[in-house]
């Protein structure tokens, strides 16, 4: 029977790794455009302050940023909500509204759903880290970047963005390591995860240690994460 929940909490264990790993691989890139929208500064109707007689209460406008202000929304929707209740609207949600189901039937839609709404959410908690490390580095270095005659660009990846991963690594491996315990959630819409394999046995069996057992896996996984993110720490250590 050992070996039975063993086989059986492995493939549950192969569903969570890769629902972690699309997770930061798509989250990851795509908290970094959050975070740009996030401190957007394009505001279309700065015109407005400079032309005489407008009135006051239309001068404001001039101050609207438009994609921070919509960023800034969707973050706080997002950051506001448990993933729970995100990932079974983002399911049973376009179902509901226009009575088809569009992520598929069987496992495979469920995991869609699920990866769409894991990279939603920790998009979102991704940019107000990356945003914290970028505004971290002093704005004076950017600037001598720019006496320099260095380009935009350059003084981002040359300058900023070197700095921002320093700054950012504690903070994003303790997310990181959330993210593994909140795979567990994937259960709520019957994703066969790590813990809903070892849930299968009390249900079916009456046995409760499978459920215990899967602590195991968390434990290794989570330390062997652990040990990685104090060996890029190490490695990141020559800013100090």
Not at 128 to 151: D, S, W
Not at 227 to 235: A, D, G, Q, W
């Amino acid at each position: 029977m050992f070996w039975t929940v063993t086989n059986a909490l492995l493939e549950g264990l192969g569903t969570t790794a890769e629902l972690f790993a699309l997770t930061l691989l798509f989250s990851l890139p795509l908290g970094l455009l959050v975070a740009f929208g996030s401190m957007s500064k394009w505001a279309p109707f700065r015109f407005l302050s400079q032309i005489p007689g407008v009135p006051a209460w239309l001068k404001k406008l001039s101050a609207l940023r438009p994609i921070q202000l919509i960023v800034d929304v969707v973050v706080w929707v997002i950051r506001g909500t448990p993933l729970m209740l995100q990932l079974m609207i983002i399911y049973y949600g376009p179902g509901l509204i226009f009575d088809q189901n569009i992520w598929g039937s069987g496992n495979s839609g469920r995991f869609i759903a699920t990866v769409v709404a894991f990279v939603l959410n920790y998009s979102c908690y991704f940019s107000v880290i990356y945003r914290g490390g970028i505004q971290g580095v002093p704005k004076g270095q950017r600037e001598a970047g720019q006496v320099l005659g260095m380009t935009r660009s350059q003084i981002f990846f040359r300058v900023t963005l070197l700095q921002m991963v320093k700054r950012i690594v504690p903070p994003m491996s303790n997310e990181i390591i959330t993210l593994v315990k909140d795979t567990s959630l994937a259960r709520i819409i019957a994703v066969t995860e790590l813990i809903k394999s070892g849930e299968t046995f009390m249900k079916s069996d009456g046995l409760i240690w499978p459920l215990f057992y899967t602590g195991v896996y968390y434990l290794i996984f989570v330390g062997i994460l652990t040990l990685l993110f104090n060996f890029v720490e190490r490695k990141l250590s020559y800013f100090q």
